[in-house]
């Protein structure tokens, strides 16, 4: 089946600094992906839909400046969080579609824990 | 918007059948997923309904019955390895997939 990889799986950053997640579909092209972010024992909130060659569409409540999505390809979407803080630790999580309108055809990544310490 | 209901914990005996039931409110509707997560894991595909019925994958069968607004995931054999979280999700306009809490289940010997 499709796959969905993301990288780093964790990553340790320090209060100010940025840190960029990968997300990569390895087998098929998405025109879609999308980034979650999941606070232990919470769910899945969706944090903003990323269009390749347009700019992400981001949900109520998130910072854009902050969370800065790139889909330069249909093959990589990133999010670099910038100026980190202890409250952005988490663990984020992205999807990516095979095509519009589809609803069985949505992939996870294995998702990237992020620590800011 | 969309807005989804599950349990937020069910307990159930090894070898036994457990449903976590799902309701949920939706400004746009294409299907309803299940989704099991174990601790420290990613979330990993278990079902999909886009029409009314019942969809049988092995010990995992999902129902959907799109006028009510409600669907379920049946677990049937249950073993051990089953305890983790059970999300249920929304895909509405634009491959949207919104997620309920999640539904905590525990198996018990």
């Known amino acids: 089946g499709a796959v969905v990889s993301q990288h780093p799986s964790r990553v340790i950053c320090k209060s100010g600094t940025s840190v960029k997640i990968e997300c990569r579909s390895l087998d098929f092209q998405a025109t879609t992906m999308f980034w979650y972010r999941q606070f232990p024992k919470q769910s899945l909130m969706l944090m903003a839909t990323?269009?390749?060659?347009?700019?992400?569409?981001?949900e109520q409540g998130v910072e854009k400046d902050k969370f800065l999505i790139n889909h330069a390809s249909l093959t990589l979407s990133t999010l670099t969080v910038t100026s980190a803080h202890p409250e952005d630790s988490s663990f984020y999580i992205c999807?990516?579609?095979?095509?519009?309108?589809?609803?069985?055809?949505?992939?996870f990544g294995e998702g990237s824990w992020l620590t800011v310490v | 918007g969309q807005s989804l209901e599950q349990p937020s914990e069910v307990t159930a005996v090894e070898g036994a059948i457990v449903q976590i039931n799902c309701t949920y409110q939706t400004s746009g509707f294409y299907g309803l997923s299940w989704y099991q997560q174990h601790d420290g894991g990613a979330p990993t595909f278990l079902s999909y309904n886009a029409l009314d019925g019942l969809e049988e994958t092995g010990r995992f069968s999902s129902f959907l019955s799109r006028s009510d607004s409600y669907g379920y995931l049946l677990l049937q054999e249950l073993q051990m390895k089953d305890s983790a979280s059970y999300f249920c999700a929304v895909t509405g306009g634009y491959q949207k997939v919104t997620f309920g809490i999640g539904t905590k289940l525990q198996v018990i010997p």
């Open positions: 999807s990516a579609s095979t095509g519009p309108f589809s609803g069985n055809t949505i992939y």
């Open positions: 990323s269009n390749e060659g347009s700019k992400a569409t981001y």
